[in-house]
DNA sequence: GAAGATCGTGCAATCGATTGCAAAAGGATC
DNA sequence: GATCCTTTTGCAATCGATTGCACGATCTTC
């Protein structure tokens, strides 16, 4: 028997041809409808698989009206201009990539435009995709809302704000700050600053465990020990710096990041401090250069991997019009250095 | 005036009603197509954008049998199964994202599937996108090779290999690698270790460099110091624990990257070594948090953002059907601290 | 004013799928 | 064998754009 010259079968219509079948029928049949029987479904299935068709997502989507894309949106610091360099973000993103392809769906990568979210109704970002994740709210929240009542389902990770009209997904921030602070006071530091801009709300929410902790112990914030950080390294720096020639010393500081938290380690050790020593310092993410840094770094774990996921159920969630509700993943306290003032 | 019931404009008919001509018409119109005349052009022009209409990208790459999607594929560490974690990646990729923005194209995330890209065929990264880019060859060259038989344009970020039929682009890994080994030499430094996994080529060609300037000064690699670390951190000071402890005393170390080169720093910093002093360490990358570690990390840049563009020209000339050919990125020695025998 | 050239526009097919509705095929019952 | 029910399949419209080809309008030119 000659085996005939094997035309390629690019589409349904090839596939129902060589079946002997119409097109529609084809369609149920890889679909699995329950209008087709189980016969007719086998044929078209072994078919498929015999001349390596799959439908084409491209066409499917159009007609569906979908696009089986999730973007995901990295908000930056607003006075940096910074592009992602925490690797906090990759974690992240790793987790939601993995996460969207479990579920079919494709990841388009976007990072905010710096002063304004909204700008992203005219893009790409809105239009070809079924719906957004935020990484971080930076001082949009306002406009994060906006956006929410477009329709799009969007998903922010971030901290607790008021009047919010979108899911929000995020580390318990509150119990993270106390625990970081708490564990400082209890080595005995009485002095403790505290690294980061709290005009972004999950800051804002560590900050808040962090007063927290403090009154437990009877002692006031003082707002000079609040200093405004930023998330990039090298102004991390100089913020760091400045801090500690023109405002005094402190003997701890519970920073926003490990990326800051290194900064601060870098810049007071150049400056002749000795840490933990003379100044304890506490990261928040535990990225894994914070893990393995000298001295190695104590730190606030969020899962982030894990967070990854959750933000992605989320969507999904939302684009298949379920309910759904906020998350508030634990933190956990990562101890890794003993910062007592007396030398362990 | 009455303002008429304004009925939404979703789609080309619907604006070409509004201005009485037809769906081509409209289509061609803003299009630019030479074959309308300006006026029409006008009149259509002002009458998408008082309606706030823009074309139906979806639809547009459907007819136009295409996706304005490329896909950026990180290779992983073959027995790490480790998720990207480098900072290097983040940069690389947010130097592609902005590059793809600005060409009006999406980009799909997607890692390698660990032990064979080949998988990729199957799946979405390939038929979903107009072309690829690898961040890395692992150690899969040859199935990229393969690949890129497929017909989708693909171009690899990497190090030089025989046999080659995609197109590359990469540091130049050699004068890195070479750079990097004469520095620790002239500095005094005469046993100097190499960390890294050879058989991946860019770091074949760091080691390559490793050997030339080594016999500059008429010596020859010593199999002994030729380590194969790992890129995730983690394992990476395993690995170096490891050395120390059962194979000798280097006085320096050249790593393959710089989170290699922190977790040397901490793996002999805790061993109870002074780095530089006992061991000096050159790392490579030159990521952020290497020039603000301390001591400060020397190491090799390559200018990442600009190769992300680079990849991204690369690309999409394929698509356009140029002939695009391979690149090569100078890379340069950045030091950061004396890595001098003497206390300097 | 008619023939011919030029310019602008519209008709309709096409990309590859999904799906409501109608029609055909197959079975059961009397 | 006719009738009625299921079960299975096919027809054709649809999603929103692009584009080859043909047609109608306008302008020259004799």
Redo the contacts between chains.
Sequence with gaps: MIKPTAKPVRSLQDLADLAGVSRATASRALNDSPLISEKTKQKLRGLAEKHNY?VN???R??RLRR?S?VSVVFMLDVKSDQ?????F???M???I??SL?DH?Y??????APVPDVLALR?G?VL??SDGVIFVGQGEQHSMLNELAGDGTPIVVWGGPVQDRNYVLVGGDNASGGYAATRHLLEQGRRTIAFFGNTRNPEISARYSGYEKALAEFELRPDESLKVDVPFD??RA?EVAREFLENRGQPDAVVCASD?MA??A??TF??LGFKVPEDIAIVGYDDI??A????P?LTTVRQNI?WAGRVLVESVLGQINGDAVSDTMLASELIVRQSSGVSGE
Tied chains: 1, 2.
């Design positions: 799959t997502q491209q066409a989507d159009f696009t894309v592009h992602m360099s925490d690797p973000f990759l974690e993103l790793g987790g990539a993995d392809a079919d494709d990841l388009l990568l976007a990072h005219e790409r239009k070809h390294m090298r720096q990326v290194l900064a380690i870098s050790t150049n894994d250069l893990a393995y840094s000298s190695a991997r």
